[in-house]
């Protein structure tokens, strides 16, 4: 049953790295409030910087009466700074099973909606050097509109690894998508905290752990 694939590439919250813990997440918006001047934000203010669309962005960044962009990028930074702390304090850390994937013979890759720094940090400190290639999000608000489910940056590692026949292995109804949008098989990996987690589409397989990796290659 399994297809050949010349590439896999890989969700990194939820799929090599355990995700961030969402108070650290919460705390840091914050952070980023504070850094452009905004003391006391709305709770409902603070969610949506967390998740923000372009419009949500300025319509919060407009009632502050703050620069949008500079506001963006305070958030971006504080959630850089907030996740290496996670990361060298090993609570954000690797799942073992990582470990399966260290005999692929495919190109292999990383692309995540996370800041491309953060991806960075965890490729630096977890010694991930042994993927090919990795793409996290540019911290401008453009960056924004190229998250998952839009394609952008899986189309890009797609075209970098020079193939078309990848899996795309995630986590989140996003990764679905992106993946079918990029026109990719897609592995949906059910880990403890995706229990009960519905998926409105189906998946092409649906794994327990990285360790079911190579028998899909
Ligand atoms: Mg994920």
């Known amino acids: 049953m ?32 504070g850094d452009v001047g905004v003391i006391a934000p709305s709770d409902d203010h603070v969610r949506t910087l967390l998740r923000p669309s372009v419009d949500s962005l300025y319509d919060i960044a407009g009632a502050h009466d703050v620069d949008p962009h500079e506001l963006w990028t305070a958030r971006e930074y ?36 996370n800041q491309h720094e953060t991806i960075g940090n965890i490729v630096d400190h977890y010694d ?6 990795w793409y996290g999000r540019e911290p401008t608000v453009q960056g924004i509109d190229r998250k998952k489910p839009t394609p952008y940056y899986l189309d890009l590692a797609l075209s970098e690894l020079g193939t078309e026949n990848a899996l795309y292995v995630g986590d989140s109804w996003v ?21 009960g987690y519905d998926l409105e589409r189906a998946p092409t397989y649906e794994i327990e752990g990285l360790d079911a990796i190579p028998d899909l290659v």
């Open 2 to 33: 399994a297809t050949e694939y010349d590439a896999v590439v890989f969700d990194n919250d939820g799929v090599l790295t355990t995700p961030t813990d969402r108070a650290v997440l919460v705390d840091a918006m914050y952070d980023a409030f």
């Open 78 to 113: 504080a959630a850089i700074e907030a996740q290496l702390e996670e990361i060298e304090a090993g609570r954000k850390r690797l799942y073992d099973d990582i470990d399966a994937l260290t005999g692929l013979e495919t190109a292999t890759a990383i692309v995540s909606n």
């Open 128 to 133: 991930l050097d042994w993927f090919d290639d």
């Open 175 to 195: 990764d679905i998508q992106a993946a079918e949008a990029a026109g990719m098989d897609v592995a949906f990996i059910r880990r403890p905290h995706r229990e």
